[in-house]
């Protein structure tokens, strides 16, 4: 089976600072990884995913994501936060057990940011 | 074609009523999908459809629940009998093929009273 653990509920920073949203995800093959952002009110938005090429992707608005195998992990980074940025954020992971056809969503991690 | 639509984006209903909601995808896509997302948690698979054929169900889809997908175009997502345990935010997504990303739509807010 696949999960994902996504390790703070509620993460703030102030604008002008970095983001750091964590994520552990089990995957008994080798899964591909994703971030999605939810604003308020509206569809859920991928930011970027990992699938098997670099272990640094790049997504939009400036995120970034590193998948390290030995640590089950893909934490989600920005270098400087923006209040536009204010929004949950869900870590997905899709399996081969799952034929790679559904995505299981972690908890969600919403992100405030201050003035 | 500007991304998926969902209708409608929220719905009242009383306990024991049914409720029906549909999904447009976008055209060329031939997956869709069925998720639902409660409060405080992400969303959860409920189902998927490869063009009109329904290829798997979670095991979060009861009896009470039904999706077809008649044409392989639009689809829809039938709840009998309601119950207050199914207010949730019913999300639908689609895909051009396996291993594409997938595109959401706003969802549809489902309260049961």
């Known amino acids: 089976a696949q999960s994902v653990t996504q390790l703070d509920s509620h993460v703030s920073v102030s604008e002008g600072t970095p983001v750091l949203l964590r994520c552990n995800y089990s995957?008994?093959?080798?899964?591909?990884l994703f971030w999605y952002v939810q604003h308020p009110n509206k569809g859920l938005q991928l930011l970027l995913k990992?699938?098997?090429?670099?272990?640094l992707v790049k997504g939009i608005n400036g995120f970034e994501a590193e998948f390290k195998k030995s640590e089950t992990s893909f934490h989600l980074t920005k270098p400087s936060a923006h209040m536009s940025d204010a929004a949950e954020y869900f870590c997905?992971?899709?399996?081969?057990?799952?034929?790679?056809?559904?995505?299981?969503f972690g908890k969600g991690t919403m992100l405030l940011v201050s003035p | 074609d500007t991304g998926v639509s969902q209708d409608p984006r929220h719905k009242i209903t009383k306990r024991g009523q049914n409720v029906t909601f549909r999904c447009d995808p976008i055209s060329e896509h031939n997956r869709l999908y069925w998720y639902r997302q409660t409060l405080g948690q992400g969303p959860e698979f409920l189902t998927y459809f490869q063009n009109e054929a329904q290829l798997e169900k979670s095991r979060l889809l009861s009896d009470r629940f039904s999706a077809e997908r008649p044409k392989g175009s639009f689809s829809t997502l039938e709840i009998q009998r309601t119950e207050q345990g199914d207010s949730a935010m019913y999300l639908c997504?689609?895909?051009?093929?396996?291993?594409?990303?997938?595109?959401f739509g706003s969802g549809t807010r489902l309260t049961v009273v």
């Open positions: 997905v992971v899709s399996g081969l057990n799952s034929g790679y056809s559904t995505l299981t």
């Open positions: 995957s008994s093959y080798s899964p591909s």
């Open positions: 997504a689609s895909s051009l093929a396996q291993g594409y990303g997938y595109t």
């Open positions: 990992y699938t098997s090429a670099a272990t």
